[in-house]
């Protein structure tokens, strides 16, 4: 069968009854799916859909993201240092999903914005207990974030774990102890609800792997699997806070946050700081 008229003829074995079987859209739940699109200007602002579909996508990547990483996490536990890294490199696809996806909301001019922003009232993405928990499981813990939670125990419990749980960088770096890499006891036993900060006595033990690859294929790999974790989230950072800069400029955040500059200052943070020192080291 061809295409006739711009026409393409169905194939016979084509299923068209659904009333006894599954289909695309029961399956996805679409129905609910689509109408969580809720917004709420009044009259309704053309461009608030834009905005709802931008965040609502963005918390379904973070959740496969979160997943991906706490598979990656039991893998290393586990001594699978393969299926981590797997778990990881599509961890790095999302974070590109994630990052693209700015160019979208960075349509909205800050016209149309100011149209409906008022209606948001208190919400933020500094609300979003997701991203906390993916900056948690990669090292940067912070306590006091639990308390923006408390009218949510749901998302609060979420965090409370993570933040009593070994991060991704903790359980590599007791994957290369196990593997007999130097790496210290007291780095080893640290209070792991505790944000991550550099340890230059692990510097030397990363320089052995970069300076030995190919003995150290694997966990060498795993080193820039890691970089290339941080760096895709640095990007996000980056292109969030030159859209904020963008649509809103200077103003402060709908959350209450100074907007533009509580956004820069996280550029600072970082999840895995030995693995940038040692390059400095390496060659020298």
């Not at 599509?90 to 996806?101: A, G, S």
């Not at 970082?270 to 390496?282: C, G, H, N």
């Given at each position: 069968?061809?295409?006739?008229?711009?026409?393409?003829?169905?194939?016979?074995?084509?299923?068209?009854?659904?009333?006894?079987?599954?289909?695309?859209?029961?399956?996805?739940?679409?129905?609910?799916?689509?109408?969580?699109?809720?917004?709420?200007?009044?009259?309704?602002?053309?461009?608030?859909?834009?905005?709802?579909?931008?965040?609502?996508?963005?918390?379904?990547?973070?959740?496969?993201?979160?997943?991906?990483?706490?598979?990656?996490?039991?893998?290393?536990?586990?001594?699978?240092?393969?299926?981590?890294?797997?778990?990881?490199?599509?961890?790095?696809?999302?974070?590109?999903?994630?990052?693209?996806?700015?160019?979208?909301?960075?349509?909205?001019?800050?016209?149309?914005?100011?149209?409906?922003?008022?209606?948001?009232?208190?919400?933020?993405?500094?609300?979003?207990?997701?991203?906390?928990?993916?900056?948690?499981?990669?090292?940067?813990?912070?306590?006091?974030?639990?308390?923006?939670?408390?009218?949510?125990?749901?998302?609060?419990?979420?965090?409370?774990?993570?933040?009593?749980?070994?991060?991704?960088?903790?359980?590599?770096?007791?994957?290369?102890?196990?593997?007999?890499?130097?790496?210290?006891?007291?780095?080893?036993t640290r209070d792991v609800t505790k944000a991550w900060v550099l340890h230059p006595e692990l510097v030397p033990i990363f320089r052995e792997i970069y300076e030995s690859a190919g003995e150290n294929w694997r966990v060498y790999e795993a080193c820039e699997e890691l970089v290339d974790l941080e760096d895709n989230f640095q990007f996000w950072r980056f292109r969030h806070l030159r859209t904020v800069q963008r649509t809103i400029g200077m103003k402060a955040?709908?959350?209450?946050?100074?907007?533009?500059?509580?956004?820069?200052?996280?550029?600072?943070?970082?999840?895995?700081?030995?693995?940038?020192?040692?390059?400095?080291?390496?060659?020298?």
């Open positions: 069968m061809g295409v006739d008229d711009n026409t393409r003829a169905f194939d016979e074995g084509i299923v068209t009854d659904f009333s006894e079987r599954m289909s695309y859209g029961s399956y996805l739940a679409l129905d609910e799916l689509l109408a969580l699109q809720r917004p709420v200007s009044v009259p309704e602002h053309h461009d608030e859909l834009l905005f709802i579909i931008q965040h609502q996508t963005s918390e379904l990547w973070l959740k496969l993201m979160l997943h991906e990483l706490r598979s990656a996490r039991e893998s290393l536990r586990g001594d699978d240092i393969g299926t981590a890294l797997k778990r990881i490199a599509r961890v790095k696809h999302i974070q590109e999903t994630l990052t693209q996806q700015w160019s979208v909301l960075a349509t909205l001019t800050p016209t149309e914005y100011s149209e409906f922003r008022g209606f948001l009232a208190n919400s933020s993405g500094f609300q979003s207990h997701q991203y906390r928990a993916v900056e948690f499981i990669l090292g940067n813990k912070n306590e006091r974030m639990l308390s923006v939670f408390d009218s949510d125990p749901a998302a609060r419990a979420v965090l409370a774990a993570l933040l009593e749980e070994p991060s991704l960088y903790d359980e590599f770096l007791r994957y290369l102890a196990r593997l007999g890499f130097a790496v210290p006891a007291a780095v080893l955040g709908t959350g209450g946050s100074s907007g533009a500059g509580f956004l820069e200052r996280a550029l600072s943070l970082t999840f895995f700081p030995e693995l940038f020192a040692v390059r400095t080291e390496i060659g020298a």
